[in-house]
């Protein structure tokens, strides 16, 4: 039998009157029409059934276990040992993301590969406490080749203590990054010696974004060694050092970079974290050769260039041959026992738009920045409160460049000479087009400025003060007095009048007012234990930046700095530097031999260890103990484990509940159907 069709748009209203004109169906129709509908209704009552089960479920699962089923890729393979590393490295199919998670510390047998394609994670299991992967003597612990992707996201990379060998190696193609975790205790001094904790091949990629890179040592780039592009957006790279194994002053050129060394046609792009408390002859925190640094946040602080008491450039950057821009952050603290506090340029391009350079010394010339060659441009920012002991420039010593000056700040600098700015050489300029000179001090001449030589018409001519430049509160030893026969060149180059002493007219030095001579005493450092070509001993004029050394002993490990006398404070590196006090100072360099135990580090009845110290004292450490690594809240491996097994009987709990449910309701289903 046919009927014709209902036609409703679906718009619109239901038609009343196509209703009415329905054909009646019989009894045996409207029968198995009842029972298509309640099969229809059954499916649709089970199928809401176990949708509301699973959306119930999950959130069950997730608050448990911590892992919500429905986040793709959530689950990880958890591995305990290297076989069990390897095998899940090597099943990693190309172009499918997996994440491995360590149960325990794992020793390899030799460098872990990350192949070509493979996308994976390493992180630690448990919760808070990170795991480690510790590689042998003389090998790298982790190599990332072409199209390959590594992220750490809370593993630690060490080796034994001891040993020697990189952390990681990024190839040409291969990519790093770093969420978080540590990159520790590796040391690459033999041969080339690039890269302590990581080196970047050139095009590779190296993105931190967390995270710790910390007591690495190279010979070139002691946190960090970068041919490829690296780029920082926060974490920290701290405690590193970039040193020659044989000390040899022959060797120093290639000392560089102890927390960064980016060279030849990479890059470093800095916009927040931290490098700070690194060491190296040049570029204490960053080195950079025939290469790039852009830095628009973050801090480079507290890192020092020396080898000894006179060699040393670049406390915070070393810069040759390069460009640097820097539009935010703060370059602050660091230390140069020869030139360039903050920054150092060699034939190097330097923009300095916003942010700040202060708190810089170096022992001899260019506090904040010392300029050899090349242009300088200063468009904004502060360069302030640094510090050139014995020489020229407190804020920016200028050899030879082109410094100019369209805006910004330069003041509370002091130096022997041009306690703000000085110029030097035969060539080079300085150009004030606007900006603020303000509370410089010179302790000879050149409060605010000097210019090297004076004799000259030739000379006043390479200083250039436009009329909105503001000079004040600049103190020198005493006032030049200026050659008549200058003085129409003098007031072609010299066009300001703001100054706020009672001079009339501004000097070639800007001495705005006068200040007495300091007499400073010489005094004596004594250092014993030594094995360093250059220790650092000998005689100091009081308040200079004095840098010791303890050199490399075979067979034993730094322990730190004894102060027989002087009453002077130092870190415990292997480089380390005081102010000098008015009174001798005497300090003793100790060693603790290596430990001869065995391959566990246990140590042997008379030896000492990781975990087994001289005194028999437990050190602390910056990561869990290997025998009680902590999980979750400080849980033991144990209870890690035992909250595996527990979350997974939970699991199975809330399904075979849901199951019975599942089945009841089905049951009371078909029974109803039965009795139509």
Known sequence: MSYPSLNIVSTSKLNVCNLVHMPRLSRAELKSNSKYKRRKLSFFLLSSLLFVFLLVSSPLISLFSGVSPFVSGAESIQVGTEGALREAVDNAKAGEPITIALTADITLGSALAILDGKTITLTSAGGTGFFKLVGLADTSVIDVYRGAMLTLDGVIVTHETGYSGQGIIVSSGGTLIMLDGKISGNTNINGDGFGGGVEIDSGGVFELVGGLI???????????????TFKMSGGKISNNQAMKLNNDETDLPDSMGGGVFAAHSGSFVLSDGEISNNAAVYGGGVAVLSSSLS???????????????TAGAGGGVYLCDGSLS?????????????????VYLARSFFLLTAGQISNNTANDSGGGVFQYSNIFRMIGGVISSNTAVRGAGGGVCNHEGKFTITSGEISGNTAVLGGGMYLGGDTGSIELLDGMVLGNVASNNGGGVWVTSTNDVADFERLYVGETVIFSGNRARAAYSRNSMYDAVYSDQIKSIRWSAFLTQGYNN??????????????????SGSYASSSGAGDYLTGAYVTVSAGIRAGYVFSGWTINEGGITLANGVV?????????????????????????????????????PPGGSSPSTPWPNPSVSSGVDGESKDEVVG??????????????????????????????????
């Open 576 to 612: 380390a530097s005081f102010t000098m006090p008015a009174r001798n100072v005497t300090i003793t360099a100790t060693w603790t031999p290596i430990s001869t135990g065995d391959s566990n580090n246990n140590g042997g009845s008379g030896g000492s260890s990781p975990n087994n």
């Open 643 to 676: 909250s595996i097994w527990g979350t997974a009987l939970t699991v199975v709990v809330v399904l075979l509940v849901g199951g019975a449910v599942a089945v009841v309701v089905v049951v009371v289903l078909l029974r109803r159907r039965s009795r139509v």
């Open 510 to 527: 800007y001495d705005i007012s006068y200040t007495s001579g300091v007499s400073l005493g010489t005094y004596g450092v004594s250092v």
């Open 326 to 342: 820097v539009s935010g952050g703060m370059i602050a603290n660091n230390l140069a026992a020869s030139a360039g506090g903050g």
């Open 295 to 309: 830095m628009s946040g973050g801090s480079i602080a507290n890192n020092k260039a020396a080898y000894n008491s």
């Open 214 to 228: 910390s007591d690495n040592v190279a010979g070139v780039g002691g946190g960090v060694y970068s041919e490829g």
